[in-house]
């Protein structure tokens, strides 16, 4: 019997990872070369007026004006609380009089009425002092509720002042609150406005772009269905007021210039005949440019 | 208006905007550049590999060592080794078992040796080999499918050119330009698999030669030493 033994050896390297992220590498580095160092960009201008044609209604783009920036609504300033009046400088304290010296006593003649007298005086004198106390507590009294009156109206006074100054501060706010929400609406009133703005001058522009390329489409469709005559001679002019269904269907053709070549003139009115429908772009504002009526100028060389 | 008025095109744009067949065809090339390029990279480390094990066996094998060592060695290491000691290893086993053998004559032991040498040698070659044939086939083909690609682009813009009465060069170039894209796609693919592919052959003809003298070199120190013996 025969049998295979010691078996060949048989590698088999596996796939490499290393290679693999080597061949990424290489694509994404591709793909960066192709996108950042190509870039195809397609800049149309918009079309040029050719003298093919002439009074035509090109309503010219209103150049698109900045909002001027809107003067930011000053505040007024707010006024000044006014200075609360200086409350009256308090009257001076009454100050009670003193009272009036009580008069010197005549000296006592005698010794022995000097006793009775002595007694007769003191009784007066108490009698006096105790008079002058009244007076003094009753003039005590009234400086006290002269104080007290003068208090009140003061009082009175700044709760006055203050409520009165409450109703300003109250007042102006409101009027702040007006004139900011004013403000607010005017300037979104002008954002809307300039937006408007912008959004017409754009349509404006796509109008005069389509415009002329229509314009330059129609002028090519004829060139190339006119047959010059051989005899032409130079670059005459000729023109042609074509009228139009919205269509593009051509209705009639009058001609308002001669060349003076009537086969040449023949030949661009046959021209535009056959030319009939003349292409029209789609947009109706657009299409306004040539339709009902527009004028054609044709010479046979640019 | 037409659409494609005042458009940006950019290749990104381009290829997303591509029909379908274009875009398969890119994609199919994509992948094959992809596929073509891992290869590049697998067989260079490979081949890089295979060069240094060369060297590096060929100076032990001529620096006069023991055979008989170095074969143990080498049985040892098996799957470490390069494509030489491969066939050195699988030379030197089979001698080995055809000298225990009495009465075989020195050119029977030659024989069988050279002839597991190269069988050995054959599939080290083929091991060495293998993607090349995947290289070759990108090389020679994506052109070729770009072309498709954009022949087919092409088609498609013109074909779109018909219902508008006026043509203009803006209504095709679009299209043209995303249909050469493809051509360009087939292109990038093809160049580094046929570089790749004169290349790696080259080097593993030159592989092949050495790997081929060492074994006649090596049947001939083995023949020298039957005789000896015998």
Do not use: C
Not at chain 1, 20 to 25: D, E, Q, R, S
Not at chain 1, 123 to 136: H, I, P, S, T, V
Not at chain 2, 25 to 38: D, E, I, K, R, T
Not at chain 2, 79 to 101: H, N, Y
């Amino acid at each position: 019997m025969i049998a295979a033994t010691d078996a060949p050896h048989f590698s088999r390297p596996g796939p490499n990872l290393a290679a693999g992220v080597l061949a990424l590498g290489v694509h994404v580095a591709f793909l960066l070369l192709l996108v950042v160092g190509v870039s195809w960009q397609t800049d149309h201008p918009a079309p040029v007026m050719v003298d093919l044609w002439e009074a035509l209604p090109v309503s010219p783009t209103p150049p698109v004006v900045e909002p001027e920036p809107q003067p930011e609504p000053v505040p007024p300033p707010p006024p000044e609380p006014v200075k609360s009046v200086e409350p009256p400088p308090p009257a001076p304290p009454v100050v009670p009089r003193p009272a009036p010296a009580p008069e010197p006593l005549p000296a006592p003649r005698a010794a022995d009425i000097a006793l009775e007298k002595k007694k007769a005086e003191t009784a007066r004198l108490e009698k006096l002092k105790a008079l002058q106390a009244a007076e003094e507590k009753a003039l005590a009294d009234a400086a006290q509720a002269e104080v007290e009156a003068m208090k009140r109206a003061r009082d009175q006074q700044l709760a006055e002042q203050k409520r009165r100054e409450l109703l300003r501060q109250m007042e102006e706010d409101e009027l702040m609150m007006r004139m900011a929400e004013e403000s607010a609406a005017s300037e979104l009133r002008q954002a809307r406005e300039a937006e408007a703005r912008l959004v017409a001058s754009r349509r404006q522009a796509e109008i005069t772009r389509a415009v002329g390329q229509y314009r330059d489409k129609i002028s090519a469709t004829v060139r190339g269905n006119t047959r010059l005559p051989a005899d032409l001679k130079g670059n005459p002019e000729v023109r042609f007021l074509v009228r139009l269904l919205p269509t593009g269907e051509v209705t009639d053709i009058r001609r308002t210039q001669s060349s003076g070549n009537p086969a040449y003139d023949e030949a661009v009115e046959r021209a535009i005949r056959k030319s009939s429908p003349l292409p029209l772009p789609a947009d109706r504002e657009a299409r306004a440019a040539f339709v009902p009526e527009l004028s054609f100028v044709h010479r046979p060389k640019e | 208006m037409n659409p494609e008025f005042g458009q940006n095109l950019s290749v990104l744009h381009l290829v997303l905007q591509a029909s379908l067949p274009v875009q398969v065809v890119m994609a199919l090339l994509l992948g094959a550049s992809f596929m073509s390029w891992w290869f590049i990279f697998v067989k260079w480390f490979a081949l890089k590999r295979a060069r240094r094990v060369a060297d590096r066996f060929e100076r032990e094998f001529w620096a006069g060592g023991d055979i008989n060592a170095m074969y143990q060695r080498v049985s040892a290491e098996r799957d470490s080794v390069g494509e030489m000691e491969r066939i050195f290893e699988a030379g030197f086993r089979e001698f080995m078992k055809l000298r225990r053998q009495a009465g075989l004559t020195v050119n029977v032991v030659i024989d069988g040796t050279r002839r597991a040498m190269r069988a050995t040698y054959q599939r080290e070659l083929d091991g060495l080999e293998s993607h090349l044939s995947f290289l070759a086939t990108v090389g020679s083909v994506s052109p070729y499918v770009g072309l498709f690609g954009t022949v087919w682009g092409i088609m498609i813009a013109f074909m779109g050119l018909s219902s508008v009465a006026q043509a203009t060069l803006a209504q095709v170039a679009p299209g043209i330009a995303e249909a050469l894209i493809a051509t360009a796609m087939g292109l990038f693919a093809a160049i580094p698999a046929v570089i790749g592919y004169n290349r790696y052959t080259h080097d593993i003809d030159r592989l092949a030669n050495r790997m081929e003298s060492f074994m006649e070199e090596f049947s001939n120190i083995l023949q020298r030493q039957a005789t000896k013996a015998a």
